[in-house]
Every structure is written in structure tokens, then in C-alpha cells.
């Protein structure tokens, strides 16, 4: 594998405190544990909750962005990985009450940087989203999986060795 | 998705638009036409009841701060600001002048992301005739990167303040539960200067956009305080002269139930819509405008028709964002941190109310608490519920200049009149289903 040093930002969306939507919140920590601190330190991880365009925006010229996050409309704790284009056109949506549709978001922020954002989501479908923190048993199981689908975008961006221990 | 059907055997035609994008919440519009005339508009509200006010029953005020955020993703200082002064009102709790200014830099943290949302993303749009921000964002980069930056600035705010961006938690009766440092101010410091200028220009911009016609009388409601533009503090008061104290809403105004909508409605004693929000403000507090924005909104020369066009409330929301940038500005240069975060107080009994203004007017919340100083009930009353009855008030106005254009096109310009509200009907709508019944008279 080819080492690739361009700097890996990750966005981490949703709500611990909505259950399901927490998942991001709860996979990124573990991903980051698995990679050594050689690649943690070319990583930068916001945990911003909800999407900014400005996040997208002001990514370095050869950087990349993994955006995690719940996602509604798939199987629950079905894991979702895609290029961050091919997420503006894909049904497969995040669902937001508030602000714009994440895709929209992306969109804009590539119209407004003038090219199009680099980088993939990331994403488990939900079971439940309603108050309390806590996974469902579904996606707490799928939670390796998330974890593993994370550390393999990093791993693809920022190349080897990664793992801990390796 | 825009569908139209005319039944020829009863003369009614009706329009249906079954997505409204930029709004907050779920609702539908029905227009009843006769003869060219529009009897009937009604702004039905079907979202789900939500019993936010069942929920803080038997909850510590602390607790009830906290639960009463969840109401709106835009607007949750709002909910607390309302919630924490009825509290410190009702037990007598006074609290340190700098975690007041604090406060008010919290509040004004949430107009700049607020209005910069709605100017720039949802709002804007419709003047220039594009469907949505992303499309105007191919057209007009720099306009939608500066509404951007600076609706990040308020969540900054937020977030320093708060403790995050969305549903803060840090405000606490007495006080916070933490208060920044000045030094941590300095970021977001530097960050207002050029936000300032950037707001001016958005007042600028905004009041040259082209905007439809309309004059028509309406009664405006809005806080007052004789120093200061109205955040938390003030005497209710409206364009006909009533005049009372933060906790005197009921004294005023009702809410009633209204068929078709699962939100209340609320009107004056006497029965009358009222409106709230950016455009009542600008009309009844302009002479305690920062000096900035008071100067920004006498060069547009509009400060009248924004009480007669409620299209123009994107310009009082223009001022009002210059106001917050650069009301925060100086409060940072001269913020001091309070000797502690929030003030010692006891859990008692008794009534507490209080009004503050949320972005899109005034929130109104009541709660009784019991012996043990917990919610015994509680009664929240959100801008938009007050608006609705204005809304359709309005689009009864408005509509018969548009009935006659293609169905499409009236559409769009009704959307775009009930978008000048900034309408949350969650506090309020995802979906507008727009129905037009007509009768050939």
C-alpha cells in the first residue's frame, strides 16, 4: 500500500443523546484507539454534531474528509460507505430536521470551494433516534463493523503502518 | 412535487404543493377562492403533538433548562433564556451583572446563526428567483461563503458559551455551570471584526434585492427596554399601546384551538392576529439599535416598509443580525468574568413567567412549582403559534395578486410570503401542502 500523507479530516455528526444517532460518537473513539499515534497525528477529528459547509470548505488542498454519521432509510445496522459526490445524487439520505439536507450541505461547500470535496461517509442505518443515550442492540452490534469501515478510510487516505501494534 | 387537478363538475380547482423546503416543521395551506375573492386561508399544522410542556411536570427548573433546549434545534437559548428568567423571576434570584451581559452575548449568539441561516440559505433564494441555496450557491459563490461564515461565528459563540453548538447545556438558574475566560473570548474576537463589516453588507445587499408588493396594516408585538434592544429584558408592548411586564402575556393574549392544526393559535383577548419577530422589533425598539445598525437601516430607507411588507422582514432580520455582531463585539471588549459562575439559591414554590425574543419573536413561558420547588404545569407559547394567525392574515392578502399567475409561479410566491415569517412549527414545518380551492363566483 502506498503511503498517502494528505491530512484526513473527520467529521463526526449526530446526537448521543438520540440513541442510534450517537453511533458516530461512539465508533470514531474506538477507530482512533486502533490506529497508532503516528496516524492520529495526521488526523483531524471535529466532533461537530451537525454539518458545516465551512468544515468542507476549508479542507487543504490535498486533504480528505470522512464524514460519520447515523443514517435513516437503510437497514438498520447496515454499514454505508460512499464517495462524498456520489452522496448528493444517492437515495440513501442522513435525515436532518434542521438546517439543510447533509448532501445539500456538500454540495454547497464544493460549490463554494470550486471543486468538488474530497473524501467519502461513512454511515450505520438506525434503529431508534428518539431521547436517551445508548445504542440499540442492533447497532451496537454493527458497531465493529462501523468502527472497521472507519479505520479502513483512514487507513486507505493515510496508508500503513497504522494499526496499533503493527 | 407539484401536482394540479380542476374538477369540472363543481368549478373548484384545486393546487397542491406537497413539499415546502426551507421551513421548519409540518403544515398545509388551504385557500378557499370565490369569485376571485380569497375567504379562507388556513395554516394547518399536522406535526405531531410533541407535550414538551407534560414532559418538565415534576422536573427541578435546572432539569426543566435542559429538557426545554430539545423544543428546537435553532432556537434552544431561546427556550432557556425564557425558562431560567421565569425561574430566577419567580424566586426572587438576582444574578451577577456580567453573567447578564454573558447572557445577552449567548443570545446574541443565536440571532447571528439564526438570521444567517435564514437569510442566506433559506430566504435569499426566493428573491433571486432560484429554488434552493444550493442553486444560488452556483450562481453567487461568495454571497452563500459569506452567510456561512457567518452563521458559523454564532454557533461559535454558542458553542464557547454553551458548551456545544446545538442544545447548550451550560445555562443554569443563577448563573452557568462554567463562564469562559477573556482570554477565551480572543478568537472569536477577532473573528467579529470582519463579521461586522460583512453584516453591513448583507444589509446592503438585501435591501437592493428585487421584492414583491404589499401594504397592509398589521398589529406588532415585541419586548421593550429602554437601554437596550430586547433580548431577555423588557416590558411587552405593541403598536396599539399595550404595555406590560415579562410575565403579563396572559393578561393580553390567548391561545385557542383551531380545527385542523395541532397547534394552538394565539390572538389578542379581543380576537386579533398579531405578528412577532424581526420586522415587529425593528418597527416598535429601532431607536435602541446598536448605532451601526440603526445607521445600516436608515441608509436602506426602508425602516417603514417593513412594517407594511412582511417581505421586507428580511431586512429587519439584516439589521438585527448587525445588531447581534456588533452588540457581541462590544460586549467581549468588555467582558470581565464574574466572580463566580451562578449564584446559591433555594427550591421554593410559586409562579414563574417571563418573556424574552427568540429569533422569530417572542416566547412566552408560565410554570407553578409545588412545595417541593418542582413543575407543577407548565405553559410554553413559541413565536410561530403567535404568528400563524398573521400568516394567514397575510396570505389572504396577498394571494388575490397571484391567483391569476401560473400555478407554479403563485405557488412559489406564496411559499415565498409564508417563508418570510422563518416560520418553526416543530417549534414548526417539513411540509407545506398547499391547497387552493376555488369557486368560480
Known amino acids: ?166 | 412535487m407539484t401536482t394540479a387537478a380542476r374538477p369540472p363538475a363543481t368549478d373548484e380547482r384545486t393546487y397542491r404543493t406537497t413539499y415546502l423546503s426551507r421551513v421548519e416543521g409540518e403544515g398545509s395551506l388551504t385557500l378557499r377562492v370565490q369569485g376571485g375573492d380569497v375567504v379562507e386561508a388556513r395554516l394547518g399544522i399536522f406535526e405531531a403533538p410533541r407535550y414538551f410542556e407534560r414532559l418538565v411536570v415534576g422536573r427541578t427548573p435546572d432539569e426543566v433548562i435542559d429538557i426545554v433546549a430539545r423544543i428546537c434545534g435553532i432556537c434552544p437559548i431561546a427556550y432557556q433564556m425564557s425558562a431560567v428568567h421565569a425561574f430566577e423571576s419567580g424566586l426572587g434570584i438576582v444574578v451577577d451583572p456580567a453573567i447578564r451581559r454573558l447572557r445577552r452575548l449567548l443570545y446574541a449568539g443565536e440571532w447571528i446563526q439564526s438570521h444567517a441561516l435564514h437569510i442566506y440559505l433559506l430566504h435569499a433564494p426566493d428573491f433571486l428567483g432560484y429554488p434552493s441555496a444550493l442553486a444560488m450557491a452556483a450562481d453567487h459563490r461568495d454571497v452563500v461563503a459569506r452567510g456561512l461564515a457567518i452563521k458559523k461565528l454564532g454557533n461559535e459563540l454558542i458553542a464557547m458559551l454553551g458548551g456545544r453548538s446545538v442544545h447548550p447545556v451550560s445555562v443554569r438558574v443563577g448563573g452557568f455551570s462554567k463562564v469562559p475566560r477573556p482570554a477565551d473570548l480572543a478568537g472569536i474576537r477577532r473573528e467579529l471584526d470582519r463579521a461586522v463589516e460583512q453584516a453591513v453588507e448583507t444589509v446592503d445587499w438585501v435591501a437592493g434585492l428585487p421584492t414583491p408588493e404589499l401594504d397592509r396594516a398589521m398589529l406588532f408585538v415585541a419586548l421593550r427596554h429602554p437601554d437596550e434592544y430586547p433580548y431577555s429584558d423588557g416590558r411587552i408592548v405593541s403598536s396599539d399601546g399595550l404595555d406590560l411586564p415579562p410575565s403579563g402575556w396572559p393578561e393580553a393574549f390567548a391561545e385557542e384551538h383551531v380545527e385542523g392544526s395541532n397547534a394552538l393559535h394565539a390572538r389578542t383577548r379581543d380576537g386579533r392576529a398579531y405578528l412577532l419577530g424581526p420586522a415587529a422589533r425593528i418597527t416598535l425598539d429601532a431607536p435602541t439599535l446598536h448605532p451601526l445598525a440603526a445607521e445600516a437601516l436608515a441608509r436602506t430607507g426602508l425602516a417603514d416598509a417593513i412594517g407594511t411588507n412582511v417581505h421586507r422582514s428580511i431586512v429587519a432580520r439584516a439589521v438585527e443580525l448587525l445588531h447581534a455582531l456588533a452588540e457581541a463585539r462590544d460586549l467581549i471588549d468588555g467582558y470581565r468574568a464574574p466572580a463566580a459562575p451562578r449564584v446559591a439559591w433555594t427550591p421554593g414554590p410559586g409562579r414563574c413567567a417571563w418573556a424574552t425574543e427568540a429569533p422569530r419573536g417572542l416566547l412566552f413561558h408560565d410554570y407553578t412549582l409545588d412545595e417541593r420547588g418542582r413543575v407543577a404545569t407548565a405553559t410554553i407559547v413559541p413565536p410561530t403559534s403567535q404568528n400563524q394567525a398573521a400568516i394567514e392574515q397575510d396570505l389572504a392578502t396577498f394571494a388575490p395578486a397571484v391567483l391569476e399567475l401560473p400555478h407554479a409561479e403563485a405557488t412559489r410566491r406564496l411559499e415565498m410570503l409564508i417563508r418570510a415569517y422563518d416560520p418553526c412549527i416543530s417549534c414548526a414545518t417539513h411540509f407545506l401542502d398547499l391547497r387552493i380551492d376555488r369557486t368560480e363566483g
Open chain 1, 1 to 166: 500500500m502506498a503511503a498517502d500523507v494528505r491530512p484526513v479530516r473527520i467529521l463526526v455528526l449526530g446526537e448521543p443523546e438520540r440513541g442510534d444517532d450517537g453511533a458516530a460518537f461512539a465508533a470514531v473513539p474506538l477507530a482512533l484507539a486502533e490506529l497508532s499515534p503516528l496516524v492520529r497525528r495526521r488526523l483531524d477529528v471535529r466532533r461537530t454534531g451537525q454539518l458545516d459547509p465551512l468544515d468542507l470548505i476549508d479542507l487543504p488542498t490535498d486533504g480528505w474528509a470522512i464524514v460519520v454519521d447515523a443514517v435513516c432509510g437503510v437497514r438498520p445496522g447496515r454499514i454505508v460507505s460512499l464517495p462524498l459526490g456520489d452522496l448528493t445524487t444517492d437515495r440513501i439520505r442522513p435525515r436532518s430536521t434542521h438546517l439543510l439536507p447533509v448532501e445539500e450541505l456538500i454540495a454547497m461547500a464544493g460549490l463554494v470551494r470550486g471543486a468538488a470535496i474530497p473524501g467519502v461517509f461513512v454511515g450505520v442505518g438506525v434503529s431508534a433516534t428518539g431521547l436517551g443515550d445508548g445504542l440499540s442492540p442492533v447497532v451496537s452490534d454493527a458497531l465493529p463493523d462501523l468502527v472497521g469501515a472507519i479505520v479502513e478510510e483512514v487507513v486507505r487516505r493515510v496508508g500503513a503502518p497504522v494499526l496499533v501494534g503493527l
